[in-house]
Nanobody, 119 residues
Framework: QVELVESGGGSVQAGGSLRLSCAASGWPFSTYCMKWSRQAEGKEREWVSSISVDGSTSYADSVKGRFAISRDSAKNTLYLQMNSLKPEDTAVYYC?????????????WGQGTQVTVSS
């Protein structure tokens, strides 16, 4: 079965950077659309970014130009490079996988990693 494990979260000052990783196992990583979502305390989970099987990327307007999603199929790992972080980026970040197309609900979620940005 699909297993996703996030890492790389932490605390950083505004303007700083972090790189999140999501290690995948148990399935053919290259055949899945991969996504990052986040959930701030007291708010609903929101989509952040996606990367398709062919490498096409998309971003929420709130992170466009600051975040970069990438995938390494040789390492079965998804990344999210986060630059110019803002306090409003504080949230638990989750990776997710969906077989084939990026449209629709994911088939699996990771457990999340906390990102805290202080002003």
């Amino acid at each position: 079965q699909v297993e996703l494990v996030e890492s790389g979260g932490g605390s950083v000052q505004a303007g700083g950077s972090l790189r999140l990783s999501c290690a995948a196992s148990g399935w053919p990583f290259s055949t899945y659309c991969m996504k990052w979502s986040r959930q701030a305390e007291g708010k609903e989970r929101e989509w952040v970014s996606s990367i398709s099987v062919d490498g096409s990327t998309s971003y929420a307007d709130s992170v466009k130009g600051r975040f970069a999603i990438s995938r390494d199929s040789a390492k079965n790992t998804l990344y999210l490079q986060m630059n110019s972080l803002k306090p409003e980026d504080t949230a638990v970040y989750y990776c997710a996988a969906r077989r084939g197309s990026c449209f629709g609900q994911p088939d699996a979620w990771g457990q999340g990693t906390q990102v805290t940005v202080s002003s």
